[in-house]
């Protein structure tokens, strides 16, 4: 983990570790981050995502652009906001909603790069501060989920791969045309089937356009979250879905091709969660020892849906913040409930995938 990487953890872990072990009532220190869902619609059709069979009945959900902005204002100034969806610009006014949290928060935004052009990538660096820890856009993620066809073929859009490598060079070059070093660029990819025998070729992409993270995800099959509303309150009781993953010899090869990668290039290549390479292989094996993990999120970090909803991670409404005041929510009745719960139990079935767990290491018995 690089030198952001370790401070950004270290901040975590901080505000989420002092009223986890110490605050019985379940009640947290102001969320150091807060992932808002502005929409479930989506220009991509990803194989891997759980909204896409049902983004028909949830795309005349989104909330207005003022009734964003009053969210936004809620939203402690000390808390980064992480633009999210669904694809965040497939709505007209979100250069406009992060140019109105910028101005009070740190923010960053997640897309899969398709409907940047050069008009917005000029919109996103103007919004960028000078340094990490000022006000302004801070980090833009793109999801890449392999290289050509195989891209096209995940997110099942044909020219999708074109489109994205065109705008990321442009980023690149726009970046230093700017003179500046933000917003940092991730490439962030889901490993799959489809995509794990190019993992190595997503390191030489993030390489070419001067990306400051390379992220690979672990994938997730839980289903109980993302803002979906109408879900079981007890689904993290319940194990998620098996992952559906035939090729373990060649991510067991692409992960020790990363791990001397890591060791050559000039930015931070990362997993989320954060894990040993044999703990992911366990994963995609279905062979995770879930009592071997722990988890101190929802402490430290909130969801709002495209509804105004706040939830820890699973959909549970803890309060819709149209109504409520953000302390009103985050330290409400049913989200202290969920922390203790979780306290208690260390962690849940459900869990088991989720990007936010920490690996403990395996239990004594």
Not at 26 to 47: D, E, Q, Y
Not at 257 to 267: D, G, L, Q, S, T
Request: proline residues 5%; positive net charge; contains cysteine.
């Amino acid at each position: 983990m690089g030198y952001l990487g370790r401070l950004y953890h270290l901040i975590d872990l901080s505000t989420a570790l002092v009223p986890y072990h110490f605050v019985m009532s379940g009640r947290a220190f102001t969320p150091l981050r807060v992932a808002l869902m502005v929409t479930h619609r989506c220009n991509l059709r990803c194989a891997m995502c759980m909204i896409v069979e049902r983004e028909a009945e949830l795309r005349e959900k989104d909330l207005s652009t003022n009734e964003l902005k009053l969210i936004l204002h809620k939203i402690p100034s000390r808390t980064l906001i992480t633009f999210t969806g669904g694809e965040p610009f497939v709505r007209r006014d979100i250069i406009d909603l992060m140019h109105h949290a910028s101005r009070n928060h740190r923010i960053n935004v997640i897309t899969n790069g398709v409907l940047l052009n050069d008009e917005k990538i000029s919109q996103l660096l103007a919004l960028a501060p000078k340094r990490v820890f000022q006000k302004g856009l801070i980090l833009v993620g793109v999801s890449v989920q392999g290289i050509g066809e195989v891209h096209d073929a995940v997110v099942r859009v044909k020219g999708a791969f074109d489109k994205v490598r065109a705008n990321l060079l442009k980023f690149r070059e726009e970046r230093k045309k700017w003179g500046k070093s933000l917003p940092l660029l991730d490439i962030k990819s889901v490993i799959t089937d489809e995509n794990v025998e190019q993992m190595d070729k997503l390191v030489d992409l993030a390489e070419e356009m001067g990306a400051d993270f390379c992220t690979f995800q672990i994938v997730n099959t839980q289903d109980s979250s993302y803002g979906i509303e109408d879900v079981p309150e007890e689904a993290y009781q319940t194990p998620p879905p098996p992952v559906r993953f035939t090729k373990i010899d060649a991510l067991r090869t692409q992960l020790a091709k990363i791990e001397e990668r890591r060791k050559k290039v000039p930015f931070e290549i990362r997993f989320n969660p954060i894990l040993p390479p044999e703990e992911i292989v366990k994963r995609y094996q279905n062979a995770v020892h879930i009592e071997d993990y722990g988890c101190y999120v929802p402490w430290s970090t909130a969801h709002i849906g495209p509804t105004g909803n706040l939830f820890p991670c699973y959909s549970i409404n803890c309060g819709n913040l149209l109504e409520k005041s953000f302390d009103e929510a985050w330290n409400g009745p049913v989200f202290r409930e969920f922390r203790r719960k979780l306290r208690e139990a260390e962690i849940f079935p459900g869990c088991e995938g989720c990007c936010f767990i920490s690996y403990r290491g395996k239990r004594k018995k």
